[in-house]
């Protein structure tokens, strides 16, 4: 088997998880609910906002402004169920996608001169 059929397999996996179908389960309920998807487009551009504040210095009030209306934003999110829930489902998603990729990298490191070079012939 090669490499992209095993890649394949792994998303298939990922396709099954748990964590994928209530991330997707979370995610039709909330394209099909225009409150939660109209809280979530305003958090996205007050997002948008915040980081074009920051990048241009303006100053110190308006930024902290920003945080205050950023958090009051991500509070109205929690309130309501669809975006909470979607929220943890997505944080958990990110969750299992970070540790695979983890896996990943640590199984295709290259060794490095002085490290536990396990089955490696490249250093000498």
Do not use: W
């Not at 945080?67 to 109205?76: Q, V």
């Not at 943890?88 to 536990?116: Q, R, S, Y």
């Amino acid at each position: 088997m090669n490499v992209f059929e095993k890649a394949s397999e792994l998303a298939s996996e990922i396709r099954e998880s748990k964590e994928y179908k209530t991330l997707i389960d979370c995610k039709c309920k909330m394209d099909n609910n225009e409150e939660a998807t109209s809280l979530l487009r305003d958090m996205r551009l007050l997002q948008e906002e915040y980081i074009k504040t920051v990048r241009e210095n303006i100053d110190k009030d308006a930024i902290n402004s920003m945080e205050n209306i950023l958090k009051n934003k991500h509070d109205e999110l929690l309130e309501n169920e669809i975006t909470h829930d979607y929220i943890i489902a997505k944080d958990v998603f990110d969750k299992l996608m970070k540790e695979i990729n983890k896996i990943l990298a640590k199984g295709i490191a290259l060794p490095t001169k002085g490290n536990d070079c396990e089955n490696c012939e490249g250093c000498e």
